[in-house]
Structures are given as structure tokens and as C-alpha cells.
């Protein structure tokens, strides 16, 4: 336990040493998008789902942010329930390729995709939809990773290199710190950076929200008095645009 905590410690404060200044730019594409009226659109695949979830409908955070999943290809593109569950469906390109028809999309929204290695044909797919439909892109990958391996998407891109803004989360080649014996490797640590880098963003969008005069749209914890009232008026501007969970 001490071994990980200091190990990934060292990841945590390699992430915030060289990654703020990205971290500081995409805060500023998000902010304009937000000043005018668009939506973040964010999305991961496998335990990147967790990134998307720390931004979208959470206490604490900001209200236009959609959290988008290939999961909601059953709901909205008639997708067997069973194909979208399946864990092949992060290497589905035509999944990839269909996931954008399932949301309300506006000229002015940015998109931000977390995917630790940056290689899986469904991500890979979508950021190429996002760039072409000229949205502006931001990644957060393990670029020690994703350099190391092949992609799987027939153009043989990887993630960061579809991006505008490439944030790094400092995560090791295959995700996990500590060696054991037999060479294998224990513990990851993309989440716990991953958080961290989510919150980092919502906090400087926030600043940058309140510099330019507007008031943040965050949302209140249902669990507080006036938290679900206070958050149902500010979802009623982004109506048809933001999915609850």
C-alpha cells in the first residue's frame, strides 16, 4: 500500500508539473464554448467511462456536459442490447462511426475523449467523425502508452494524433505501477490522475467562467436542500442536449 501510494504520487505530481499548461488551454476552449452556448460533449470506453462520469451530471460540476457511451446506441440507434454490453464494442469501428447520430449536436460544441491507450478502432472512429464535422478535439491519453503499441483502427491513427490538445495522464505502458514477481504489473493509476485532470478542468473553466462575468452552471447535490430544484432550472436550458444519468 505505501510502495503504490508513493509510486503513484510520483505520477500525480509528474501530471500536474507537465501537463497544467494543456490542461490551462483546453480549460480555455471549454470556456468559450460554454460562453457561447454550446456543450461538451465527453466520451471513454472501458474504465475511461470514468473520466466522462467525473465531468457529467455530478455534484459539483458543470451542467452542459454530455456524457456520450456506446451503450446509448441501444437507446437511440436500435443497437441489440447485447452487442453494446459486449466489451468488443470499444473495438467495433462502425459503433465508432454511429455513436454522434445519438445526441444533439451544435456547431459550437467541443468534444473531449479519454482513452488511456489511444488505439481501439470505436475511439479512434468517433474522433475522426468529431474532426471531420471541423469540432475541436481534446484528448487525455497515456501518451508513455499509446507510443508503445499499434493502433487497431484501419487509418492507423491513435488518438492524440486526431487531437487539438493532447493531455498526458502520465500513466505508465499497460497501466499499472507495481511489479511483481514474474515481471507482471499491479495497480493502475489513469484513474487517479484522470480524476484529478477532470477536476483541474472544471475548476479553471469555472475561473475563467467567472472572469469573464458569467455565472458557472454548477450543479448542486440532489442530497442538499433546493439541490434538485436548482439543478432542474439549469438543465432546462440544455434541453434535449445534456443526458442524465
Not at 20 to 45: M, P, W, Y
Not at 53 to 77: I, Q, S, T, W, Y
Not at 162 to 167: E, H, M, P, Q, T
Request: charged share 20%; aromatic share 4%; proline share 4%.
Amino acid at each position: 500500500m505505501e510502495l503504490f501510494r508513493q509510486e503513484s504520487a510520483k505520477r500525480v505530481d509528474r501530471m500536474i508539473q507537465t501537463q497544467s499548461a494543456a490542461i490551462r488551454q483546453a480549460a480555455r476552449i471549454f470556456a468559450d464554448c460554454l460562453e457561447n452556448n454550446g456543450v461538451i460533449q465527453t466520451f471513454g470506453t472501458g474504465h475511461s467511462r470514468a473520466f466522462a462520469m467525473e465531468l457529467a451530471d455530478r455534484a459539483g460540476g458543470l451542467v452542459p456536459v454530455n456524457k456520450m457511451d456506446l451503450e446509448h446506441l441501444a437507446l437511440h440507434a436500435n443497437w441489440p442490447l447485447e452487442k453494446v454490453m459486449s466489451p468488443e464494442i470499444e473495438r467495433d469501428l462502425e459503433a465508432g462511426k454511429a455513436l454522434l447520430s445519438c445526441y444533439q449536436i451544435e456547431p459550437q460544441d467541443t468534444f473531449l475523449i479519454s482513452s488511456n491507450s489511444g488505439v481501439n478502432k470505436a475511439v479512434i472512429e468517433c474522433a475522426q467523425q468529431i474532426k471531420e464535422r471541423g469540432h475541436t478535439l481534446v484528448a487525455v491519453t497515456s501518451l508513455e502508452h499509446t507510443k508503445q503499441v499499434d493502433s487497431r483502427h484501419p487509418s492507423g491513427k491513435k488518438l492524440y494524433e486526431l487531437a487539438d490538445i493532447v493531455i498526458d495522464n502520465c500513466g505508465p505502458f499497460g497501466d499499472a505501477l507495481l511489479t511483481l514477481p514474474g515481471g507482471i504489473q499491479a495497480c493502475s493509476t489513469s484513474s487517479i490522475t484522470g480524476a484529478l485532470i477532470a477536476q483541474m478542468l472544471t475548476a479553471e473553466i469555472i475561473g475563467l467562467l467567472l472572469d469573464k462575468g458569467i455565472v458557472p452552471p454548477v450543479l448542486i447535490s440532489n442530497n442538499v436542500p433546493g439541490g434538485i430544484e436548482h439543478d432542474e432550472k439549469l438543465f432546462q436550458q440544455y434541453a434535449g442536449r445534456v443526458q442524465l444519468h
